[in-house]
């Protein structure tokens, strides 16, 4: 057994037995904040530079987000800088609020009223930490050595937002943040919070932004929830507060912590885009808000240009958004697994015939149309897929509706291909192994010409006489039949030459194409001699002889199969 794991302390939980937030149901989305520009940007190797941060900050608008950190404009010149170009150059909207990260130290919380200057709405967000271990390991003091930081931060802050206000007239917002709260004692991170409340005086008019941080991601998202939970009932003056939470994925539940968090009260969110962020990443706003989606629930954020996105946040951070990652990786509404084709295609089916106002399609959480990936293959083939992927694949990207009694046949087909190459096919090689298989076969016998008569005379069609040239072992032979329509007036005209132990089961025939220059492709079912089933397609821009192809394709087929099985 391994042993290294006796070193670590488990997390102790709050008592907590009358919570009530498993009950609760997000009928709404919180306040979105990202901090991509901030907490993202300083987790790169290569931080972004002015102009990726403005594109950045430009996509993140575009998306919706009314609360947006830029940065840290205390710690450097660079940080400073940028924030000084979004103002003077005004690229920032008149209903956006920047948000700017300050140590709860006198000399970084100046100079970041310096940087503010100019901007209309700001919300200036100051920290200290607050944990158990920060206090023990870092600044080796007590509790309320902690809390004397956070007050008299909080005290020169409040100097300051009066002075800039009666200056400008500028919006300042108060938000703050005892870092590593998930890891501070439940009762004293309640009690900073209400002594940073006493000096700046928040009031239901005027709310103070209490952000609860999951610093460092520590135990299971439901003790999140309680502890969450727990503040909202403690804290004086709640309608003077916005619970605010900052999830971290250190466990790989942040998206699950931040919607168990807003369960339990938090009212706002901060994360970034995809996730990037310290160690593992923040919480995915992305995920979070597509989550809401999913549920009927409008996020105020739009993802319908998902593509767009991804490759602006791959171009600015070097980043890679991986092919799993929900909702806008490159395989996340993709099937290899036969029985999800099988449930994807009948689920597609549903939806068009019945048209259901609901998405219902298996496996399939969201409409991929609905983040912009209506044009990208939904159903993907490699050794994996089932006998109707294939038959997907070609109805989507190529218009053929293959009859559900030759998905086997074809499928069986392209699922050798894939096991002789060993990866996937695209589209294009399945319809290879299609136009091989069907559409290709002009042997052993090729029909050369063909004329259709209406025997009735009246024209409606009730005997139809066949007549045509069939080449076969080389050469020419005329052949005559008459039947109810030219399929059977055309299989009584094969049976002159020997082709007689074959019994028509079925067709079926579909518009290829519309207009001028439409097709027309026809699906034969045949019995061969020995008892198989025989398929053949035939495809013109007459239905008649689309037909009369199929039938001879079928016929080729069973023909050639005889053959390879005597030659072996």
Known sequence: MYQGCKK????????????????KVIRKPPVWCSVDLRDGNQALVDPMNLEEKLLYFQTLVGIGFKEIEVGFPSASETEYEILRTLIEKKFI???????????????????????????????????????????????????????????KGAKLIKELTDEEAARSGANIRYEYSPESFSGTEIDNSVLICEKVMEVLQPTPEHKLILNLPNTVEMATPNCYADQIEYFCRHIPNRDSAIISIHPHN?????????????????????????????????????????????????????????????????????????????????????????????????????MKASGTPYWEVPYLPIDPADVGRQYEPVIRINSQSGKGGAAFVMQQSFGFELPKAMHPEFGGMVKAACDRVGRELKPKEVYSIFQKNYLDVHSPYNLKEYRLHDESGNGNGTQVRFEGVLNFNGEDHRVEGTGNGPISASFHAFREIGITKY??????EQALTSGADSRAVSYIHLTAPDGTPAFGVGIDSNISLASIKGIICAINRAESKKSEEAAQ
């Open 93 to 151: 909207p008149d209903d956006v609020t920047v948000q700017v990260l300050v140590q709860a130290r006198p000399h970084l919380i100046r100079r970041t009223f310096e940087a503010i200057r100019g901007a209309k709405n700001v919300i200036i967000h100051f920290y200290n930490s607050t944990s158990t271990l920060q206090r023990k390991i870092v600044f080796k003091t007590d509790m309320q050595g902690v809390i004397d930081i956070a007050v």
């Open 250 to 350: 250190d466990r790989g539940t942040a998206v699950a912590a931040t919607e168990l968090g807003v369960m339990a009260g938090a009212e706002r969110v901060e994360g970034t885009l995809f996730g990037n962020g310290e160690r593992t990443g923040n919480a995915d706003l992305m995920v979070t808000a597509m989550n809401l989606y999913s549920q009927g629930v409008d996020p105020g954020l739009d993802f319908s240009r998902m593509g767009e996105i991804r490759r602006m946040f791959e171009k600015c951070t070097g980043m890679h958004v991986h092919e799993r990652h929900p909702y806008a990786g490159d395989l996340v509404f993709t099937a290899f697994s036969g029985s999800h084709q099988d449930a994807i295609n009948k689920g597609a089916a549903y």
């Open 503 to 508: 019994q028509f089961v079925t067709y079926r």
């Open 8 to 23: 670590y302390i488990p997390f102790h939980p709050i008592a907590l037995p009358d919570r009530t937030w498993p009950d």
